[in-house]
């Protein structure tokens, strides 16, 4: 079993930045990947930037050269730094971990991003 608990979020204008945070606990030696999705309102949860323990990085193509995605400590904190926000960023973003050779998904809670234009 995997906890996962979300740090950040709020309310930003467009073009400013934002940091998010995630810290695991349980089973964290078995997390291979960590990483953020988002889903906005009336749509499906999309992957928005994923780090596997091995340190390869994956980001959507709508993110790519905004979003940073980074983990600490002993692997079990993943970071997500967010530049020149937009409005379509605007969604709840959910921190993710990829557990054990059958990757089973584990969620935080979410955490809201809301950016005014």
């Known amino acids: 079993q995997v906890q996962l608990v979300e740090f950040g979020g709020g309310l930003v204008q467009a073009g400013g930045s934002l940091r998010l945070s995630c810290t695991a606990s349980?089973?964290?030696?078995?997390?291979?990947?960590m990483g953020w999705y988002r889903q906005a309102p009336g749509k499906q949860r999309e992957l928005v930037a994923i780090?596997?323990?091995?340190?390869?990085?994956d980001f959507a193509d709508s993110v790519k050269g905004r979003f940073t995605i980074s983990n600490s400590g002993a692997k079990d904190t993943v970071n997500l730094s967010i530049d020149s926000l937009k409005p379509e960023d605007t969604a709840v973003y959910y921190c993710?971990?990829?557990?054990?050779?059958?990757?089973?998904?584990?969620w935080g809670q979410g955490t809201q991003v809301t950016v005014s234009s």
């Open positions: 349980g089973s964290i030696f078995g997390i291979n990947a």
């Open positions: 993710n971990a990829k557990y054990g050779v059958t990757l089973v998904d584990y």
């Open positions: 780090i596997t323990r091995a340190g390869d990085i």
